[in-house]
């Protein structure tokens, strides 16, 4: 079974960035000590505290996050002409 790579997209649309600038201020709500509160129960799953998967979660999640980003972000530079010289 191939897998065919994902197209680049050849400019962000405004959505994308809305998205982009959210991103960080989501995080930035996610990780306020009262949101990291609802969190801190003596609740341990496979013997780690509820509060330790949760950050670890959320740190996880905005470094997806952000990569995906970077990839809708990222802009194919089209070669220059060949009757240009190259930049000295």
Do not use: H, K
């Amino acid at each position: 079974m191939a897998t065919e790579p994902l197209p680049v997209p050849q400019e962000p649309t405004e959505r994308a960035r809305d998205a982009a600038m959210l991103l960080p201020a989501l995080g930035l709500f996610l990780l306020m000590p009262p949101v990291i509160g609802l969190f801190a129960l003596p609740l341990r799953v496979a013997g780690v505290p509820l509060i330790v998967l949760y950050l670890f979660g959320v740190w996880f999640a905005l470094v997806l996050g952000a990569a995906l980003m970077a990839w809708v972000f990222r802009v194919r530079r089209s070669a220059p002409p060949a009757e240009c010289s190259p930049p000295n």
